[in-house]
């Protein structure tokens, strides 16, 4: 244990007391906060473990707790992803999963003691929040602090920004959100574009089972999000174990009716998007818990009780075939499911801001940028 000033203790978390106070620490906080959406307990601690955890392979992950008078007001986890910095050319340590009350004290023993155990392995800079990988959440929340969060990403109140700038931090990326209304037919330079598309380049939808997605399939797809994202700010491609981890996690939350996958004349993958009907509300009645009770509203968001928004996951566009007009393809396939499923509203996953192309192809939807939310970054002092 580290003694951080004279009140607050900040401790490596090492066993299951201090394990439970990292985890239940955010629900505490955020009591009565409708725009919080909770993680399950169980993702939580899982991160931690190397069995259950293939991104630790590759990583290095310490959960830190924050305690005044023996009780716990802050948390943070250090994360060193060795292939994101062999990618990045990097010594950068992470910072992730932040939490802390209103005291500049506190928030500053945090991100000190990350970069402390960051600096002893040779980093240095710090940055965050970021996971280990791009299906992590990441980018601490700037701005729209009055919209609900999702199960894809942080919601954080207002004073974290402060708290970051106060303790000497930049702005190293920024991510923003699109939100927008289901328009009730297909924009007609959607309609368009598909159809030259699909004339032009041979383009075809495809429809594929779980079990295709789980036996096969899903790896390409994953080979694709792996050349499309490599350009982006942090990423490091997937593993072939990762990927197998990915499917056996998030393959029973999908629609397939709400994947969009787009190959061309060769039958080579050339498109992925992946949305899923949003249900926030069921993880927030769960309380972060499956059992015992919390099952019943995780199913029945899943399975019974739809909402009227979706998230957009994933969208990605093989590198050559960027600008085509493919996209396009993807909207006029998923508009009339969205609309025969009761959809509405349809959100995006944090987008970089200096990502031109895949801000630009909404613009026939009428889109609204929100939900600014930021990665930040210090040097490390020798």
């Not at 955020?30 to 991104?55: A, G, H």
């Not at 970051?164 to 328009?183: C, H, N, S, Y």
Request: proline fraction near 5%.
């Amino acid at each position: 244990m580290t003694e951080a000033n004279n009140r607050i203790l900040v401790t490596e978390v090492t066993d299951k007391k201090e394990m439970d106070d990292f985890v239940h620490l955010p629900r505490r906080l955020y009591t009565n906060i409708s725009q919080y959406v909770p993680d399950l307990d169980s993702d939580i601690r899982d991160m931690f473990n190397p069995k259950k955890n293939p991104s630790m392979a590759y990583a290095d992950m310490q959960a830190f707790v924050a305690y005044r008078n023996g009780i716990a007001v802050g948390r943070v986890a250090g994360i060193i992803s060795h292939k994101s910095n062999d990618v990045w050319h990097k010594k950068a340590v992470r910072f992730s999963l932040i939490e802390f009350i209103d005291d500049i004290k506190v928030s500053r023993a945090l991100i000190n003691a990350v970069e402390q155990w960051g600096r002893q392995r040779g980093m240095t800079a710090i940055q965050g929040p970021m996971g280990i990988t791009d299906f992590d959440k990441e980018g601490m929340l700037v701005e729209d602090f009055e919209l609900s969060g999702t199960f894809m990403e942080y919601w954080n109140p207002p004073y974290y920004k402060h708290h970051m700038e106060r303790l000497g931090m930049k702005k190293e990326a920024d991510w923003l959100q699109i939100r927008i209304k289901v328009p009730e037919e297909v924009p007609a330079k959607y309609a368009r574009v598909a159809s030259l598309s699909k004339e032009m380049f041979g383009l075809r939808m495809v429809q594929k089972t779980k079990k295709e997605v789980y036996k096969g399939y899903g790896q390409r797809i994953f080979e694709l999000l792996n050349q499309a994202y490599a350009p982006l700010f942090g990423f490091a491609p997937f593993s072939s174990r990762q990927v197998k981890d990915f499917l056996k996690r998030y393959l029973p939350l999908l629609n397939m009716k709400m994947i969009a996958l787009v190959e061309n004349e060769k039958e080579e993958l050339v498109c992925a998007a992946i949305t899923v009907n949003d249900f926030s509300e069921g993880l927030k009645k769960s309380k972060g818990k499956v059992f015992p009770k919390g099952w019943f509203h995780l199913l029945k968001a899943l399975k019974w009780k739809k909402g009227d928004k979706a998230e957009l996951m994933i969208i990605g566009v093989r590198p050559d075939m960027q600008g085509l007009g493919i996209n396009a393809l993807v909207f006029d396939y998923l508009i009339p499911v969205y609309n025969k499923m009761g959809i509405k509203w349809c959100e995006t996953g944090p987008q970089l801001e200096t990502n031109v192309k895949e801000l630009s192809q909404w613009k026939p939807l009428n889109p609204e940028l929100v939900k600014r939310r930021r990665c930040w970054v210090r040097k490390i002092k020798p």
